[in-house]
């Protein structure tokens, strides 16, 4: 009985979650892979969907599934140009196979906050790699923030040598391999869905992330610390195929843009708060957060940064110089 129970609430739930598409609407699947809520983006895919639903009632529908329960970032893109999705927002770190000029946003200690981050990706060089996935069937709508990335592992980590022999979890990007490869570290490759088992099972040490992942994810329970290192950007392209946009009637297209302009300026403002109270309930919470000293800082930079180098060629130096001219 108590098992029967809960499976009714479950379908209701799961039944009530989503909207319920009206015949004649256009259905517009969103799919993610964090917590919907005290997270900047499942915050602002929540709101784009309610707005959407309300506002476009009768033309179109969106449905929005978070927490990769519908599609890992590894296979949403591929999802998308079979049609079987219409919007995503993975992180930048996860175009890869499409594009390697968003190798520029894993680039370690580039930008200085998400500030600086905000106004390279509003400039002219910014807007531009919105569109660069197009003939590869992607386009890019907007930018949504999240935010600095801080390391943890299952040991303090406060000058880069305490991360040499352990082994991180990282995004489908070769820079963030580069990267851990650089501090004498193991990175591996592995979804966002199985990066708390990962570190509960120990197939990995570490991990990088925002707050509002480490907090969302609770990776923080099966760590030892996490450093405020802010060593790099943790941001999202919300995208979606190029085909099945232009394909949309203008008006629909139209009223589409101006709701995601308007989250979009709504949440991005809010995505450091965000974080600062993901960060706060890390610490209610009893997890450890460590904070370096700008000469322990700087020795993070220092053993990082050569992985410049390595990717100049493929993202281009005046591309670098534009993202390193938004710091100030
Ligand atoms: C990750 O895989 O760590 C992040 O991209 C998850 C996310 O979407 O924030």
Redesign the pocket.
């Given at each position: 009985l108590i098992g029967l129970a809960v499976t009714a609430a479950l379908s209701i739930s799961s039944a009530t979650a989503f909207a319920n598409c009206d015949p004649g609407e256009i259905v517009i699947k969103f799919s993610?892979?964090?917590n919907s809520d005290k997270h900047p983006?499942g915050i602002a895919a929540s709101l784009l969907e309610s707005r959407v639903n309300s506002e476009m009632n009768g033309k179109a529908c969106m449905q929005v599934f978070p927490n990769s329960t519908l599609y890992d970032?590894d296979k949403v893109l591929e999802a998308m140009l079979n049609g079987d999705v219409q919007m995503a927002a993975?992180?930048l770190?996860?175009f890869e196979k499409f594009t390697k000029k968003f190798r520029i946003f894993d680039l370690p200690f580039l930008f200085e906050d998400v500030d600086a981050v905000d106004r390279f990706q509003n400039s002219p060089a910014g807007e531009k790699l919105k569109s660069s996935m197009k003939r590869r069937g992607l386009l890019g709508l907007t930018y949504w923030h999240?935010g600095m990335k801080q390391l943890s592992a299952n040991k303090p980590l406060i000058k880069p040598e305490d991360a040499r022999g352990l082994k991180f979890r990282v995004?489908a990007s070769d820079v963030l391999v580069a990267q851990f490869n650089q501090l004498g570290a193991n990175p591996q490759k592995m979804s966002?869905k199985e990066?708390y088992g990962g570190l509960q099972t120990k197939v990995v040490d570490g991990q990088e992330?925002?707050w509002s992942?480490i907090y969302g994810k609770k990776f923080f329970e099966v760590q030892d610390g996490v450093t405020a290192s802010n060593h790099g950007i943790?941001d999202?392209l919300v995208v979606t195929s190029d085909e099945w946009w232009e394909g949309l009637p203008a008006d629909i297209r139209a009223q589409l843009s101006q709701i995601l302009k308007e989250v979009t300026e709504a949440r991005n403002s809010e995505s450091a708060k965000v974080n600062a109270e993901a960060m706060q309930r890390i610490k209610d919470a009893g997890g450890v957060v460590r904070t370096l000293t700008p000469e322990q800082r700087q020795a993070w930079v220092d053993a990082m940064k050569p992985v410049w180098k390595k990717f100049e060629a493929d993202i281009g130096a005046d591309l670098i110089e534009a993202a390193m001219a938004s710091n100030k």
């Amino acid at each position: 009985l108590i098992g029967l129970a809960v499976t009714a609430a479950l379908s209701i739930s799961s039944a009530t979650a989503f909207a319920n598409c009206d015949p004649g609407e256009i259905v517009i699947k969103f799919s993610h892979v964090t917590n919907s809520d005290k997270h900047p983006k499942g915050i602002a895919a929540s709101l784009l969907e309610s707005r959407v639903n309300s506002e476009m009632n009768g033309k179109a529908c969106m449905q929005v599934f978070p927490n990769s329960t519908l599609y890992d970032d590894d296979k949403v893109l591929e999802a998308m140009l079979n049609g079987d999705v219409q919007m995503a927002a993975p992180s930048l770190s996860k175009f890869e196979k499409f594009t390697k000029k968003f190798r520029i946003f894993d680039l370690p200690f580039l930008f200085e906050d998400v500030d600086a981050v905000d106004r390279f990706q509003n400039s002219p060089a910014g807007e531009k790699l919105k569109s660069s996935m197009k003939r590869r069937g992607l386009l890019g709508l907007t930018y949504w923030h999240n935010g600095m990335k801080q390391l943890s592992a299952n040991k303090p980590l406060i000058k880069p040598e305490d991360a040499r022999g352990l082994k991180f979890r990282v995004m489908a990007s070769d820079v963030l391999v580069a990267q851990f490869n650089q501090l004498g570290a193991n990175p591996q490759k592995m979804s966002f869905k199985e990066v708390y088992g990962g570190l509960q099972t120990k197939v990995v040490d570490g991990q990088e992330n925002s707050w509002s992942n480490i907090y969302g994810k609770k990776f923080f329970e099966v760590q030892d610390g996490v450093t405020a290192s802010n060593h790099g950007i943790l941001d999202y392209l919300v995208v979606t195929s190029d085909e099945w946009w232009e394909g949309l009637p203008a008006d629909i297209r139209a009223q589409l843009s101006q709701i995601l302009k308007e989250v979009t300026e709504a949440r991005n403002s809010e995505s450091a708060k965000v974080n600062a109270e993901a960060m706060q309930r890390i610490k209610d919470a009893g997890g450890v957060v460590r904070t370096l000293t700008p000469e322990q800082r700087q020795a993070w930079v220092d053993a990082m940064k050569p992985v410049w180098k390595k990717f100049e060629a493929d993202i281009g130096a005046d591309l670098i110089e534009a993202a390193m001219a938004s710091n100030k």
